[in-house]
């Protein structure tokens, strides 16, 4: 006779099962990339203290107004799993009182399926001695039946959708004469919260369906799997955003600017940003200087103030300036030069093909400058000495007495003159 019970006892409860928890969305006519989420880390094991999530519902004062009911509902599930233990004792068996068979379609398959499933939902109703007067327990989904989907279909790597399908009905889930199973959907967003804060008591909202509830959380393992390194607790490193390259068709890190590598952790000192509010750092030949600017409404130049303090102070010395924005290397300060492109008011200055101009050391300077300070001196000089001969020649000619050379001339013509006549 025990034999018979445990057997019977085994038919009808099942130990708790594990599904799969990764998750890589369809490529279709939109979506032509590699994704890859895992909820694995969100999972309840077997060896969990407890084995299920549980969160307790929180009510508006609008709710309260349109439902005059005293108690909360509280809600037990798994993550990719049949959660590992019973949440409450109600929920060990089906309540005929709730449970409308008739129904549901599924109750032959329901039947005797009284054990682990993936989700339930449960309240106690206490008196004013705060006696339990009522107990109540029904499975939100069915075991083996969790989907995966997208959390939006136009951002695919802003999260993913958990769907418990096909849980209990009851009459208060008809829409007039169709009649709708339980569900719940985990809508989970990436987003840089631990594990750790999933539990907090949230507000489980019921959508625009009858007891179809809904959950939105922003967790770290709702990110995909190319965003995120491993052990860390930060996607793109906290530095960047997840997105789908369209050249390599996979997701993957874009980071900030200042920022590089796979997953954004590693400095970019060749990329500095500059914005209308911001003060970024400038150094040329060992000067320093503090940028201030964003783009022109039309992006054809960076507009920027170029200030002596570093926290760009209005009342330092400043100079603006208008610098265009172009593929080609534009000089910035002293020998600091970038490529300078916008995004919105904001500019980035990227100087990783711009290498500084070329200038001479201050010894070679030194020397170049006395060199050309020695030409100059024997320029002087020579023009000097130039000068003074010719003054000497000229004084020389000016000393002869030419005048008597014209009276010789003039006395050897008359002399001339007398022997020709005689």
């Not at 594990?195 to 809904?214: A, L, M, N």
């Not at 006395?370 to 320029?379: K, L, Q, R, T, Y």
């Amino acid at each position: 006779m025990l034999l018979l019970t445990l057997l019977v006892v085994l038919a009808f409860t099942y130990d708790s099962q594990d599904y799969g928890c990764s998750y890589s969305p369809p490529k279709d006519d939109k979506l032509d990339a590699v994704i890859t989420y895992d909820l694995t880390d969100l999972r309840k094991e077997r060896d969990d203290s407890i084995g299920y999530w549980q969160l307790v519902e929180k009510r508006t004062e609008e709710d309260k107004h349109d439902d005059k009911r005293t108690y909360l509902y509280h809600y037990a599930f798994n993550v990719c799993a049949d959660v590992r233990q019973m949440p409450h004792p109600r929920c060990e068996t089906p309540d005929d009182k709730f449970i409308d068979d008739k129904m549901n379609p599924l109750e032959d398959q329901m039947a005797g399926e009284n054990g682990l499933h993936p989700a339930f939902q449960w309240y106690e109703e206490k008196d004013s001695n705060n006696t339990v007067v009522a107990k109540y327990c029904v499975r939100v989904s069915r075991r083996n039946l969790i989907e995966f989907d997208l959390l939006e279909k136009e951002h695919p790597t802003r999260g993913v959708k958990l769907i418990y399908h096909d849980g209990d009905w009851t009459a208060q889930c008809n829409a007039g004469s169709a009649a709708r199973p339980r569900k719940l959907v985990l809508e989970l967003e990436c987003g840089n919260n631990p594990i750790s804060s999933f539990e907090k008591q949230v507000e489980v909202e019921e959508g625009p369906e009858r007891c179809s509830y809904h959950l939105r959380r922003k967790v770290i393992t709702a990110c995909p799997r190319e965003c995120v390194k491993s052990g860390s607790n930060k996607y793109c490193g906290g530095q960047g955003h997840c997105s789908v390259d369209t050249q390599i068709k996979q997701a993957r890190c874009f980071c900030n600017v200042g920022y590089q590598g796979e997953f954004c952790e590693e400095e970019n000192p060749k990329e500095l940003p500059s914005t209308p509010s911001g003060c970024q750092e400038v150094t040329s030949n060992g000067m320093t200087k503090y940028l201030q600017g964003g783009c022109s409404s039309d992006g054809r130049t960076l507009d920027g103030t170029l200030f002596t303090d570093p926290n760009c102070n209005m009342g330092s010395t400043s100079v603006m300036k208008h610098f265009a924005v172009s593929q080609d290397c534009v000089t910035i300060f002293n020998d600091f030069r970038a490529q300078i492109s916008c995004f919105g008011h904001g500019a980035i200055l990227d100087h990783r093909a711009c290498p500084a101009i070329l200038t001479q050391a201050p010894s070679e300077a030194t020397v170049a400058q006395g060199i050309s300070a020695w030409v100059i001196v024997m320029c002087l000089l020579l023009m000097v000495l130039l000068g003074v001969s010719l003054y000497m020649c000229y004084k020389q000619t000016d000393g002869v007495q030419l005048k008597n050379y014209l009276v010789l001339d003039e006395n050897r013509g008359s002399e001339m003159a007398v022997e020709q006549k005689a």
